[in-house]
């Protein structure tokens, strides 16, 4: 676990490494190319938060402020305003930036001596800037190679062949990687959230209206139920309650309710800048985080902008009147398909292997889907590697690297890193790595003790 405390809530992050790693990609594109980019995605930024507040319409009740579009370009930006324009900075996005950043920068002399590097680097800059979170990771997986003292170069791709990504060389001996990113949430995941939002849509002006701070669970599938569920399930018995604790337990769902203390929220707005939205404000609303659950909130208040320019530099100065609401679904059904497999991304690698040379697969996955979806794709990981078919296969180690970032109030970034690691036992093929870790220092990674059981940084 990483740490870096804040030590002014506007202070610019000032990082050789990070810098340096920016820098070089932003070499990659003319500065009115880059000029162009950035300003498109802080548009995109204006108009999200601006139909977050109701001042902009768009199709959507609320736009997500991440820039999908070009997801290396908004990472850059990312980087970008924390050095240089703190006040329009993204904490929640930008945790899961700053530590490979860093890595890849302070790295920067043996990563750009790999062969065919500033190719993979092109390509990420200019061919598919969509693809940020897989090309970032095969630099990952390249540069830990070289950091256990190979030779490393970047396997050229070919039209209408199927190849691994990365080649290793040690004392005479070659190795053959693949590189296999997962995406950050499944699409379910995503579906999910947006059936929580309808159907607290039916609910929220009365969470308003009685200043009120829930903590639902609910024991069905969400796409199961129909939009009024809050509704038909909750709203008559929140018009009776008074004091905090439970509303209901059954079947369907579990929730309890408490207030929020504008007391405590306005006392800390007097002395603090505090972004809107952001995590500060939302522990301010419910008294506390929590991680593994969803967070949805709404608030009247007065704000303003820090800084000049525009985007994402609107803080909150007095609240008036806010709600919040924790939600969580722990519906087997749904933990199952949220708990994504790695069994298709491992028959794929097999088929961009060589047959008859030594290959290791790498597999990225960020883990954001609470306690109970994590410890469920662990068994079928294990599951899927020890039923694997690989006897004709020179496939003779995997290592799945996970991931999570934090953006707690008192702290501009944590990063967590856990790794499980399997092997070939048919042919007895000793480990390659010494060191194994991706992005936190070697001595600091989690191996079989995974860092989702562990407390949040809160």
């Known amino acids: 676990m990483m740490r870096r405390n804040l030590k002014q809530a506007m202070e610019n992050y000032d990082d050789d490494d990070v810098e340096r790693c920016f820098n070089w990609f932003r070499s990659f594109m003319s500065p009115s190319e880059w000029l162009e980019r950035r300003a498109k995605i ?22 997500s402020v991440s820039f999908n579009e070009d997801k290396i370009g908004w990472y850059m930006y990312l980087m970008d305003t924390c050095m240089n324009a703190a006040s329009c900075y993204e904490p929640v996005a930008g945790a899961r930036l700053f530590s490979i950043f860093k890595r890849l920068g302070e790295c ?13 680097v092109r390509r990420l800059i200019k061919n598919d800037p969509t693809e940020a979170d897989a090309v970032l990771f095969e630099l990952l997986v390249a540069l830990v190679w070289v950091r256990n003292g190979y030779t490393v170069s970047f396997i050229p791709e070919l039209k209408h062949t199927r190849q691994p990504d990365i080649k290793a060389i040690k004392d005479g001996k070659e190795w053959f990687i693949e590189c296999k990113r ?43 139920l129909p939009d009024t569920f809050l509704f038909d399930q909750l709203f008559e018995k929140l018009k009776l309650v008074t004091t905090p604790g439970w509303v ?56 303003f902008r820090l800084g000049p320019g525009i985007g994402n530099n609107i803080f909150t ?25 790695i069994k298709q991304h491992l028959e794929k690698a097999l088929s961009q292997l060589p047959m008859d040379e030594h290959s290791v ?40 690297h996970f991931f999570q970032s ?22 007895n093929v000793p480990e390659p790595l010494k060191h194994t ?22």
């Open 42 to 63: 802080e548009n995109y930024i204006e108009h999200a938060i601006m139909v977050g507040y109701g001042i902009d319409k768009a199709e959507a009740p609320t736009l």
């Open 108 to 120: 920067f002399t043996e990563l750009s001596a790999i062969k065919g590097v500033n190719k993979k």
């Open 182 to 224: 997962l995406s950050k949430s499944p699409d379910y995941s995503a579906r999910e959230k947006a059936k929580w939002l309808k159907m607290l849509s039916y609910i929220r002006n009365l969470l308003m209206e009685r200043d009120m701070v829930l903590d639902v669970t609910i024991h069905k599938e969400l796409e199961k």
């Open 248 to 303: 209901v337990t059954n079947s369907l769902l579990s929730c309890q309710v408490w207030f929020v203390d504008y007391q405590a929220v306005n006392k800390h707005l007097e002395d603090f800048s505090v972004r809107s939205p952001s995590p500060q404000l939302n522990k301010l609303i419910a008294g506390k985080l929590d991680d593994n659950k969803g967070f949805s909130s709404g608030t009247m208040a007065q704000v």
């Open 317 to 341: 100065d007095q609240v008036g009147k806010a709600f919040g609401a924790f939600w969580s679904c722990d519906a087997p059904k749904a933990t199952d398909k949220k708990a994504r497999d």
């Open 361 to 400: 697969v790498h597999v990225g996955i960020e883990t954001y889907d609470g306690l109970d979806v994590e410890v469920e794709r662990f068994k079928k990981i294990n599951h899927t590697v020890n039923g694997m078919e690989i006897k004709n296969q020179n496939l003779t180690w995997i290592y799945v």
């Open 406 to 427: 934090y953006a707690p109030p008192d702290q501009s970034w944590v990063f967590d890193e856990s790794l499980v690691r399997f092997n070939n036992t048919l042919l």
């Open 437 to 458: 870790s991706l992005i936190i220092p070697f001595d600091k990674t989690e191996e079989n003790n995974m860092h989702w059981f562990k407390p949040q940084p809160l």
